[in-house]
C-alpha cells in the first residue's frame, strides 16, 4: 500500500518552511542528494511553488547556508583578543559537526548573506582591535576561517568512514600494507596519526599553533 505525501495547506507554505525543510532532507539524505524535486515532494507542493521563494537551488543553498550560519554564538566580550578567536573558532566548528551539510555548503558556495557576514564582522572586528592592520587582518580571517573549515571538513569525512565498515577496512588495509623500508616514519606513527584524525584537542592544537604565530605578527 503506498503512501502519499499530505500537502501543505494552502496559504502555509513560507521562505522559513522550505529552508527548514531543505534542512532536514539536506541532513537525512546528503546535500549531494538533494533536489528541489524531492523537496517540493515533501512540502507536499509542485516545485514551480519554490520559484516563488527561490530562484533556483543555488539560492535556496545560500538561504540554508545562512540559516545556520545564524545560530554561530556572537563574539565574547571582556576577554583576550585570542580567547575571542579561539570562541568564534569553535563555535563555527561545533556548528558544523552539528550541521556536517554547513561544512559542504561553505566549502561549496561562494560567501555571501548577512550571516556570514556577521561572523565575519566580528573575527575582523577582534582582530583589528587587537592591531593588525587592513591586510593582516583580512589575511588573519581569510587563513583562520580556512583551518576551521578543512579541519572540520577532514574530520566529518573521518568519522563518516569510521561508521562504514567497509571504508574503515579499506583504510586500515592501506596502512598495513605500507613498507616499513619506504615509509618508515609513517610506519612508527601509524597510531599518533590514527589519533589525530579529529577531535577537541586536534583541532585546539591546531588553532594554538596558529595564534601563537599571530601573537609574533602582532604590533606591539
Not at 52 to 76: G, S
Not at 146 to 165: C, F, H, K, N
Request: proline share 5%; glycine share 6%; net charge negative.
Amino acid at each position: 500500500m503506498s503512501v502519499t505525501k499530505s500537502r501543505t495547506p494552502r496559504n502555509t507554505l513560507s521562505s522559513e518552511l522550505i529552508v527548514r525543510t531543505a534542512l532536514d532532507l539536506m541532513e537525512a539524505k546528503g546535500t549531494d542528494a538533494f533536489s528541489l524535486r524531492g523537496l517540493a515532494a515533501e512540502l507536499g507542493v509542485g516545485p514551480m511553488a519554490l520559484y516563488t521563494y527561490f530562484r533556483n537551488k543555488d539560492d535556496l543553498y545560500d538561504a540554508v547556508r545562512d540559516h545556520l550560519m545564524a545560530l554561530v554564538p556572537p563574539v565574547p566580550a571582556d576577554v583576550d583578543w585570542k580567547d575571542q578567536v579561539r570562541a568564534v573558532c569553535r563555535g563555527l566548528r561545533a556548528l558544523m559537526l552539528q550541521h556536517p551539510c554547513l561544512a559542504q555548503l561553505l566549502g561549496s558556495r561562494p560567501l555571501s548573506g548577512h550571516e556570514t557576514a556577521r561572523v565575519a564582522e566580528g573575527l575582523l572586528g577582534v582582530l583589528r582591535s587587537a592591531g593588525f592592520d587592513a591586510e593582516a587582518a583580512a589575511r588573519t580571517h581569510t587563513t583562520l576561517f580556512t583551518y576551521v573549515l578543512g579541519a572540520t571538513s577532514w574530520e566529518i569525512q573521518m568519522a563518516a568512514e569510521r561508521r562504514d565498515p567497509e571504508a574503515w577496512r579499506r583504510l586500515r588495509t592501506t596502512m598495513e600494507s605500507l613498507s616499513a623500508k619506504e615509509f618508515p616514519t609513517v610506519v612508527d606513527l601509524a597510531p599518533e596519526l590514527a589519533r589525530t584524525t579529529g577531535g577537541d584537542e586536534q583541532f585546539d592544537y591546531g588553532l594554538d599553533l596558529l595564534l601563537a604565530g599571530l601573537e609574533l605578527r602582532r604590533p606591539s
